[in-house]
């Protein structure tokens, strides 16, 4: 999947975040199959277990069933038809969440040759804080950065200071009383 082109600066960024807000003692399920960054918060010293690689827009019995505190998900949601459903079965009280942020300048992404690799959503920041809402969780922390790539261009420049990327920290809100 990264062939050559590794996101250093993607990582980098996301780990730091987590760090921030994330224990290491706290159990994580990380949303998607095993992957290069759920291999860095293993050997940052983490605890993580992954999803199966089910499609969660439809299956949700590994995220009903965890026991983790914390739930991430890194470059997931932008994948799903309706990301809401799958929001609302986590039963941790902790969520870290990022998603490429759609670009004006640029179509969203569809692999040609991996039915998985395929963006359904590129969501604007408001747009994917308005889905946390509405599933029940109450954003505490968010971030963003670009995304440059080393080549001449118009588009290129564009992504050089326009942001690519949103993070967020999220808790469950409180069941209300009435």
Do not use: C
């Not at 509405?134 to 505490?140: D, L, N, Q, V």
């Amino acid at each position: 999947m990264y062939e050559n082109n590794f996101p250093n600066k993607r990582f980098k960024y996301t780990a730091a975040f987590l760090q921030k807000h994330i224990r290491k003692d706290q159990l994580i399920l990380d949303l998607g199959v095993e992957n290069p960054f759920s291999k860095i918060m293993k050997e940052q010293g983490y605890s993580v277990m992954n999803t199966q690689g089910e499609d969660l827009d439809l299956e949700f019995t590994s995220v009903k069933n965890s026991t983790a505190e914390v739930v991430t998900a890194f470059e997931i949601f932008e994948h799903l038809v309706a990301p809401f459903n799958v929001l609302r079965e986590i039963k941790a009280n902790k969520l870290v969440a990022s998603i490429p942020l759609r670009l004006w300048f640029s179509a969203a992404y569809k692999s040609k040759t991996d039915t998985w690799d395929r963006h359904y959503h590129e969501f604007e920041d408001w747009q994917f804080d308005w889905l946390l809402e509405k599933a029940g969780w109450e954003i505490k922390d968010r971030a963003k950065w670009t995304n440059p790539v080393n080549k001449l261009g118009i588009r290129p420049l564009l992504r050089s200071i326009t942001p690519r990327y949103y993070i967020v920290y999220a808790e469950r809100k409180a069941p209300k009383a009435y």
